[in-house]
């Protein structure tokens, strides 16, 4: 029986504000460049002002970041057909800084932590803290110190969306994965990922383990990790962890349009960019990295060797998306072609 028409629109209003929907998309909306006046009455320009009105500090700089942008498009063009809109699920990744109009989309294991640490200090939750690294690492990641974007309502996600400078920062694919095994299961303080992760692994992936082994799971292998990882049944029983999550699921960057795509492999001239497109060169200094215990692609390689060609194209596949957004070629060691 068809229901009264009054009926039926009371009812599409209730589904409509319990099911937020942000209505976004990085082909149909155009930036809006704000600028703000500060006490003084002069006015600053934005980031995107900075970006796209020809002040860059650094022109050729600025020639590399636009080219990236064009390929990320292109690429989205042609490797993505269905369009969607963004949920906030899609945002709890982005962070934002409203003093400085920024959105950062931060990945795990590509410099996160030490962009948290100076996005505490510009956005001034780090106390006294003015140098980044005099802040904790722990501390940068605790829940609630800086906003994201999920945080907002629609129509201040929407403005944010237009008129902020979003950037994110990517890795060469492998290099991130095999970091983030590195960093999450051969240190004996991540506990709590043996528990989580490990033990699942050992006891699906290890023909005869130990009773300790099950137990622990502190001694998962490379080849064991990677088994996990294309098993289908790993995704259908729930979401990868964000520290090995694929970029493009974690950020959605062909439907938010990315100002500024910095990379790992030229760190700190990206960072100092981005710190000069807001105006913040000479509040604070992004950290500079240690490279003894970073992980490089002749490290990659080798944990690479011991996995078999089958397997080595079936992780590609899976990482297929991140290879090709970010322009990174498939690494030489492989074995499949």
Not at 2 to 19: D, H, N, Q, T
Not at 294 to 310: K, W, Y
Not at 323 to 329: A, G, I, Q, R, V
């Given at each position: 029986?068809?229901?009264?028409?009054?009926?039926?629109?009371?009812?599409?209003?209730?589904?409509?504000?319990?099911?937020?929907?942000?209505?976004?998309f990085?082909?149909s909306?155009k930036?809006?460049h704000?600028?703000?006046?500060?006490?003084?009455?002069?006015?600053?320009?934005?980031?995107?002002?900075s970006?796209?009105?020809?002040?860059?500090?650094?022109?050729?700089?600025?020639?590399?970041?636009?080219g990236r942008?064009?390929?990320?498009?292109?690429?989205?063009?042609?490797?993505t057909?269905?369009?969607r809109?963004?949920?906030?699920?899609?945002?709890?990744h982005?962070?934002?800084?409203?003093?400085?109009?920024?959105?950062?989309?931060?990945?795990?294991?590509?410099?996160?932590?030490?962009?948290?640490?100076?996005?505490?200090?510009?956005?001034?939750?780090?106390?006294?803290?003015?140098?980044p690294?005099?802040?904790p690492?722990?501390?940068?990641?605790?829940?609630?110190?800086?906003?994201?974007?999920?945080?907002?309502?629609t129509?201040?996600?929407?403005?944010?969306?237009?008129?902020?400078l979003?950037?994110?920062?990517?890795?060469e694919?492998?290099?991130?994965?095999?970091s983030?095994?590195r960093?999450?299961?051969?240190?004996?303080?991540?506990?709590?990922?043996h528990?989580?992760?490990?033990?699942?692994?050992?006891?699906?992936?290890?023909?005869?383990?130990?009773?300790?082994?099950?137990?622990?799971?502190d001694?998962?292998?490379f080849?064991?990790?990677?088994?996990?990882?294309?098993?289908?049944?790993?995704?259908r029983?729930?979401?990868?962890n964000?520290?090995?999550?694929?970029?493009?699921?974690?950020?959605?960057?062909?439907?938010?349009?990315?100002?500024?795509?910095g990379?790992?492999?030229?760190?700190?001239?990206?960072?100092?960019?981005?710190?000069?497109?807001?105006?913040a060169?000479?509040?604070?200094?992004?950290?500079?990295?240690?490279?003894?215990?970073?992980?490089?692609?002749?490290?990659?390689?080798?944990?690479?060797?011991?996995?078999?060609?089958?397997?080595?194209?079936?992780?590609?596949?899976?990482y297929?998306?991140?290879?090709?957004?970010?322009?990174?070629?498939?690494?030489?060691?492989?074995?499949?072609?």
């Open positions: 029986m068809r229901k009264p028409k009054g009926i039926r629109m009371v009812s599409a209003l209730c589904l409509g504000c319990f099911i937020v929907v942000i209505f976004y990085n082909s909306l930036p809006e704000l600028s703000e006046r500060s006490s003084g009455q002069k006015t600053r320009r934005s980031p995107l002002q970006l796209y009105e020809g002040e860059q500090v650094e022109s050729a700089v600025a020639a590399v970041h636009q942008r064009e390929l990320l498009e292109e690429a989205c063009r042609s490797y057909r269905k369009r809109v963004l949920v906030p699920e899609d945002l709890k982005i962070i934002v800084d409203d003093q400085h109009g920024l959105l950062y989309c931060y990945v795990p294991k590509v410099a996160c932590t030490n962009w948290k640490r100076v996005l505490m200090v510009l956005t001034g939750v780090s106390g006294d803290h003015k140098d690294l005099a802040i690492a722990n501390e940068a990641h605790v829940p609630g110190n800086l906003r994201t974007l999920s945080e907002y309502s129509s201040q996600i929407n403005q944010r969306l237009r008129s902020y979003k950037f994110i920062f990517v890795r694919p492998f290099e991130r994965l095999v983030a095994y960093n999450k299961f051969t240190r004996s303080y991540n506990t709590a990922f528990k989580r992760y490990g033990t699942k692994i050992i006891r699906r992936h290890r023909p005869d383990p130990r009773p300790e082994a099950l137990e622990k799971g001694d998962v292998s080849e064991e990790f990677v088994y996990y990882l294309v098993d289908p049944a790993t995704q029983e729930e979401p990868f964000e520290h090995w999550e694929r970029v493009h699921s974690l950020c959605h960057p062909c439907l938010i349009h990315y100002d500024v795509v990379k790992y492999e030229t760190l700190e001239q990206d960072s100092r960019y981005v710190l000069q497109l807001a105006g060169d000479q509040q604070v200094r992004f950290p500079a990295s240690s490279k003894s215990t970073r992980t490089t692609g002749d490290m990659a390689a080798d944990f690479f060797q011991n996995i078999s060609p089958f397997y080595q194209k079936k992780l590609y596949n899976l297929r998306m991140d290879f090709l957004l970010f322009n990174y070629s498939a690494p030489a060691y492989l074995k499949f072609r």
